[in-house]
């Protein structure tokens, strides 16, 4: 009983922080169903413009290619930045010696510099090998980042060395031993690897621009901001698409949230 | 001083150490290693220090437009930002975002992560999703609802008047001090379920058993927190204060679409002056490469330092 | 140099081949650089960039309709690209001088036609010997698109500001759009405290710290920023000092509601909590989103400010074509001046479809431009934005015009907060001449 009531603060704490976190997720929802006017004046209330907004929307928009070439762009580097960084954060980590660690804090750097800078010559880069407009330029910077190959070089810190030690005894290749067991075991970081992954390969905004100069490869983020430069903003359809744009974010997190169940240490015992 | 458990691989570490000299497996498993690193390491050379070394050449150099000479002194764009009063204001504004902010994110983090991890929470999926959303909720509708609820017409002053918490309404976004309050709480709001899913993974890496024996040694939740959790922890919570100092002193959204670096610049940070800089005033790319080598040592020092203090491997 | 970067580029795609190999799959025939701007003289193909699928986009459509009666195998890729992309993507494109990505044609913001071209002549072609007739334009328009007396761009997208007022709210206070017709920004002041006593509500609306409303005031005044040398002129400048108390006084009286952003701009219209509102006549297609004020509108010209040359009319925003240095010359001038500088039809169909009032003078003489426009009660109000456009004086922007701007804006922002005026504008005129060091 008393453990009960003790539970209370924790309940009301959580719904509080949950309530402040989705208070503007429901601003949206029900913007998307009201007229321009009425999301100006900040109305709670749904409305019933919804197929007039996705009306306006398709009229100049084309979500479909968008929603397409957005998906093809984050997943493809979800898939790609997760082998790359996750087996260099497993190398950096598992074989780590002097030399790896410096040479980590080298790449580090890589990450500690305003993108604004560095975006010229790498646009430069793929210009002279023609790659401009290609989905392989969009995906290629953001494969290898730092800040990945270091998540997975701080989780395989706690990946238990007895277990590396007794596969080798029982004569598993190092490859083998990385993707028996490390990637079984490793399930929640890269659940959380690939839901950040995914977000920020999503809402990629300034390098797909540049880089993808014909607009006919544009993605949701560049239809979005297509909305906000006419000099008669439509705020409903704009919320509407938002939330189009928000929501396979979201469902990612849904489904692979239920890797952060405590316990699950897979092969681990 | 706890008699609390925690798992001490320390010993097998060290007999690894450079001190004895390695046989030909150990020497075939390092090469492995490298092996491992090097697809990675070969695409942040190319796709990273390439144009880090250009624009390094860059900020040397001044003149207009596409017509850049190399500068007299040399370092004359580094000298030319000590008297650069904008420039100076972003740096104080941008420090003060870091020392405020990273700390009160990461420790709200990390409690709601320790306490979504509690096996028995009810609906733990729609708290740890609920949390998380503003994460996924794009920057467009985030900087419009916050502007719209900041409004001097809108909700918070609506609330706060009839509370009677304050006698008129605020101008949240038109004063200094509360416009950069507006763009903390927009980072806590925006960032704090994101740092909370590094600690949700890292938690599950910690070993159950050590929880149990600090549980049968008597140890309360806070104090198992702080000597059991917390420690095992390290390696994620150095990680996330990496990334958010990072993130903090590279931060653009905000300032660019929350306040617009207003009033009178009070709020903008140095990457947002980077990008005026270079793509809004007549451009200026030699001066924009100094200024981001300047942000990049910032980083870079501040980086050395925690990863000093909290890369070690015990 | 190239030829490393080509290596690095190389191995780039090396790694990325391996990568691709080691996993499965991945889809990746994206690919396919999209440009094919020519060199052959007159292709029946151009690509433009611009913004604003129901104004500038729109406008391309209907140009591109109108050009392909003479040439029906005439085609436009219109690129939709907003003006913030666009001008990072120019920026792009000229600092690492790859040319050939470049459209046809883009459109380009009249405040940032001089920083472009006096950064990046390698952009734009000169188009002063083609068939554009640009003395059928407003002198005061071609001015932000002239360079050294070379023309590079069409004007298109008129800036002229109009002063769009609520008729049923001046009722309430006793007062009519005469009232307010070729008055002085001090006899607005008088008639704005009328208004606010008997209805409450301000005149005016405007973000914080964008210096907006005293750029039109200076405008009007045949002022600007800068000299003819393109030295900033914010310290001793009569008309700026005196459009910034003139702007200060209807702050503090109430007549000015202050806002902090766009949308709270957009939303004290729409949503009928001010009197009235003056910006460029673009603004008009905001005005009417609010479809429950219709009739209750009226247009006329602007209150001028009491100093000497000052005038009634002013611009705010507005932008023109350009031709880029990558394309089929030829057919861009050819469809330009056949179609934004020489098709009456154009505009006829624009005007009512877009609110898209021309620039190009003889468009003027068209009846659709007299025709009564019910959201404005009746009033035939682009016949009169046209009349106002002719009497606008040019604006000399120079290459640091969004320096001088910003820097105002803080200025006006510290002024607003009781800082000494002079000072302020002080600290203004020393940022700008540091940005130009």
């Given amino acids: 009983m008393t453990s009960k009531l003790r539970e209370v603060p924790k309940y009301a704490f959580l719904s509080i922080v949950a309530l402040l976190s989705v208070g503007p997720l429901y601003f949206m929802v029900v913007s998307a169903t009201n007229t321009s006017q009425d999301v100006l004046g900040s109305s709670m209330l749904p409305g019933t413009n919804l197929i007039a907004n996705w009306q306006s929307l398709t009229e100049f928009q084309d979500v479909g290619s968008a929603m397409y070439h957005s998906t093809v762009n984050a997943v493809l580097t979800t898939v790609l930045a997760l082998v790359v960084s996750s087996i260099a954060g497993y190398g950096f980590e598992v074989y780590h010696s002097p030399n790896k660690d410096r040479l980590m804090w080298v790449l580090m750097l890589a990450m500690m510099i305003p993108f604004a800078a560095t975006m010229i010559p790498l646009f430069q880069l793929f210009a002279d090998f023609g790659m401009v407009n290609s989905a392989f330029a969009v995906v290629l910077p953001v494969i290898a980042t730092p800040l990945l190959i270091l998540l997975f070089r701080q989780a395989a810190r706690s990946f238990p060395h007895e277990i590396i030690e007794a596969a080798r005894m029982d004569g598993l290749k190092e490859l083998a031993i990385f993707w028996k067991m490390f990637v079984p075991t490793m399930r929640p970081t890269y659940a959380a690897a690939a839901v950040i992954t995914f977000m920020a390969a999503w809402n990629n905004f300034l390098w797909p621009k540049v880089i993808l100069v014909n607009s006919d490869y544009q993605t949701m983020p560049m239809l979005i901001s297509n909305f906000t430069g006419g000099y008669v903003i439509d705020y409903g359809a704009l919320m509407l698409a938002v939330l189009i744009a928000s929501l396979p974010t979201i469902v990612i997190f849904f489904v692979l949230q239920r890797s952060f169940v405590a316990g699950f240490t897979g092969v681990v015992k | 001083m706890t008699p609390v458990v925690v798992p001490d691989r320390a010993p097998k570490k060290k007999s690894k150490g450079p001190k004895i000299k390695p046989s030909p497996a150990a020497r075939r498993r390092s090469l492995t290693g490298w092996a491992f690193l090097l697809p990675a390491a070969i695409l942040i050379g190319i796709m990273m220090f390439w144009p880090m070394f250009q624009a390094l050449i860059l900020s040397f150099k001044t003149g207009r437009g596409s017509a850049l000479d190399f500068a007299d002194p040399l370092w004359f764009n580094y000298t030319r930002m000590l008297e650069d009063e904008i420039f100076k204001m972003t740096v104080g504004t941008t420090l003060l975002y870091l020392a405020i902010q990273v700390p009160l994110m990461l420790v709200t983090a990390l409690i709601l992560a320790n306490i979504l991890n509690n096996p028995r929470l009810k609906f733990k999926g729609f708290w740890r999703t609920a949390i998380f959303l503003p994460a996924a909720i794009s920057l467009v509708s985030y900087s419009l609802v916050f502007r719209t609820i900041f409004a001097t017409d809108g909700l918070v002053n609506d609330w706060l008047l009839a509370l009677n918490l304050i006698d008129g309404p605020v101008n949240w976004l038109g004063n200094t001090d509360t416009a950069r309050m507006v763009i903390i709480l927009g980072l806590l709001w925006r960032w704090t379920g994101y740092n909370m899913i590094f600690y949700l993974a890292g938690l599950q890496n910690i070993d159950p058993t050590t929880l149990e024996a600090a549980k049968m040694d008597g140890a309360g939740p806070i104090r198992t927190f702080f000597s059991v959790t917390v420690p095992q922890l390290k390696p994620m919570i150095l990680l996330t204060v990496i990334m958010s100092t990072n993130g903090t002193l590279q931060l653009f959204d905000e300032s660019f679409n929350l306040t617009r670096g207003g009033p009178a610049n009070t709020t903008m940070t140095m990457s947002h002056y980077l990008y005026e800089v270079s793509f809004v005033n007549n451009p200026n790319f030699g001066y924009g490469a100094a200024l981001s080598y300047v942000i990049l040592v910032m980083v870079a020092i501040l980086a050395a330092i925690q990863m000093k203090v909290g890369d070690k491997r015990d | ?437």
């Fill in chain 3, 1 to 437: 140099m190239k030829k490393l970067r080509t290596g690095m580029a190389l191995a780039a795609t090396a790694t990325f081949a391996l990568t691709l190999a080691a996993c499965s799959g991945g889809d990746s025939n994206e690919g396919a650089s999209g440009d094919a701007g020519g060199d052959e003289p007159m292709g029946n193909s151009l690509t433009v960039w611009a913004w604003d699928p129901a104004f500038n986009i729109y406008a391309l459509q209907e140009a591109e309709k109108v050009y392909q009666a003479e040439h029906p195998d005439f085609t436009l890729d219109i690129q939709e690209v907003t003006w913030e992309d666009l001008q990072t993507k120019l920026t792009t494109l000229a600092q690492s001088q790859e040319f050939e990505e470049l459209p046809d044609i883009f459109l380009m913001q009249n405040n940032a036609f001089q920083k472009n071209v006096i950064n990046y002549p390698d952009l734009f072609t000169d188009i002063t010997d083609s068939s554009v007739a640009f003395d059928e334009f407003p002198e005061g328009v071609t001015a932000y698109s002239t360079i050294d007396g070379a023309n590079y761009g069409v004007p298109f997208d008129a800036g002229t500001a109009i002063n769009a007022m609520r008729t049923d709210i001046l009722e309430e206070a006793g007062l009519t759009l005469d009232d307010f017709t070729d008055i002085t920004w001090d006899e607005y002041i008088a008639l704005g405290e009328q208004v606010l006593e008997a209805t409450g509500k301000p005149m005016l609306s405007g973000i914080a710290g964008e210096p907006d409303t005293i750029l039109m005031m200076l405008q009007s005044a045949g002022q600007s920023l800068f000299d003819d040398e393109g030295n900033p002129t914010i310290t001793d400048n009569e008309a700026l000092s005196t459009s910034i108390e003139l702007y200060s006084e209807m702050v503090e009286k109430g007549i000015y509601l202050e806002v902090n952003s766009w949308d709270e701009y957009i939303a004290s219209i729409v949503n009928g909590n001010v009197a009235s509102t003056i910006n460029g006549v673009w603004i008009s297609g905001s005005i009417q989103t609010a479809e429950d004020q219709a009739g209750m509108w009226g247009v006329t010209n602007l209150p001028s400010v009491d100093v000497d040359g000052a005038t009634h009319f002013s611009a705010n925003g507005g932008s023109s074509w350009a031709v880029s240095s990558n394309a089929d010359v030829a057919l861009a001038e050819d469809f330009l001046s056949a179609t934004f500088a020489g098709s009456t039809e154009l505009y006829d169909t624009i005007l009512p479809g877009a609110g898209a009032v021309a620039n190009w003078l003889p468009a003027g003489d068209s009846e659709v431009y007299a025709e009564p426009q019910e959201f404005f009660g009746g009033q035939a109000i682009y016949a009169d934005v046209l009349s106002f456009a002719a009497g606008v004086p040019s604006n000399n922007t120079g290459a640091y015009y969004y320096e001088a701007r910003d820097a105002v804006g803080a200025a006006i922002t510290q002024i607003m907060g009781g800082a000494d005026a002079a000072t302020a504008l002080g600290e203004a005129q020393s940022t700008v001449e540091f940005a130009m060091n």
